[in-house]
């Protein structure tokens, strides 16, 4: 159980396009949901936390007007990456969870990673 | 504020010998803490988690760690390791149940035969 996707998992845009990648939980109902973004051989740094039915709370440095989150539904978040450019190049990982269940344990997706050309 | 520090970023170890692989934190509330392992182009797999129990945590794959609050670590272990524990390992930090995760930088390892 507690299985997270993303699609698409690998994404090519030209620059200055906008590309939208999905979250869902498969199996459980994720009232906040998690993005992340991981450059080459380098940890992963928390983009923002999202949870169903309000704003996303963004980090310090993350412009949110360039990385649109919604949070729509219980099983959906969709991460927005406007007008990207060569530097948003990087695997994007998100994660789920809801409070209580299997001891408030994040589930992370397989990732997705965007090359903007 | 919360920070986790691994030492080393990358480990080499042969095939059947130990593995150790040091984390560690700070946080200004107890601290949940985590071991990921990441393999080439996907996301994370928990290895296991700390949550204020026991503080000898048994994982997957034959993986411990040990919380000791004096040392502000949470090191990995496993006492032999095998050619498929080659991947990324990530130490990450929380303050408490369902917050977000703070991770180290991670410590990759080579398994050689």
């Known amino acids: 159980g507690a299985v997270v996707s993303q699609h698409p998992s690998w994404v090519i845009c030209k620059s200055g396009t906008s590309v939208k990648i999905e979250c869902r939980s498969l199996?459980?109902?994720?009232?906040?949901m998690f993005w992340y973004r991981q450059f080459p051989k380098q940890s992963l740094m928390l983009m923002a936390t999202?949870?169903?039915?309000?704003?996303?709370?963004?980090e310090q440095g993350v412009e949110k007007d360039k990385f649109l989150i919604n949070h729509a539904s219980l099983t959906l978040s969709t991460l927005t990456v406007t007008s990207a450019h060569p530097e948003d190049s990087s695997f994007y990982i998100c994660?789920?969870?809801?409070?209580?269940?299997?001891?408030?344990?994040?589930?992370f997706g397989p990732g997705t990673r965007l090359t903007v050309t | 504020a919360q920070s986790v520090t691994q030492l080393g970023s990358h480990v080499s170890v042969s095939e059947g010998a130990l593995v150790l692989l040091r984390c560690n934190y700070s946080?200004?509330?107890?601290?949940?803490l985590f071991w990921y392992v990441q393999y080439p182009n996907q996301g994370l797999q928990l290895l296991l988690k700390?949550?204020?129990?026991?503080?000898l945590v048994k994982g997957i794959n034959g993986f411990e760690a040990e919380f000791k609050k004096s040392e502000t670590s949470f090191h990995l272990t496993k006492p032999s390791a095998h050619m498929s524990d080659a991947a990324e390992y990530f130490c990450?930090?929380?303050?408490?149940?369902?917050?977000?995760?703070?991770f180290g930088g991670g410590t990759r390892v080579l398994v050689k035969p």
């Open positions: 994660s789920a969870l809801t409070p209580g269940l299997a001891g408030d344990e994040q589930y």
């Open positions: 199996d459980f109902q994720a009232t906040t």
């Open positions: 999202s949870n169903e039915g309000s704003k996303a709370t963004y």
């Open positions: 946080s200004s509330v107890p601290p949940y």
């Open positions: 700390y949550t204020s129990a026991a503080t």
């Open positions: 990450a930090v929380s303050e408490g149940a369902g917050n977000k995760l703070t």
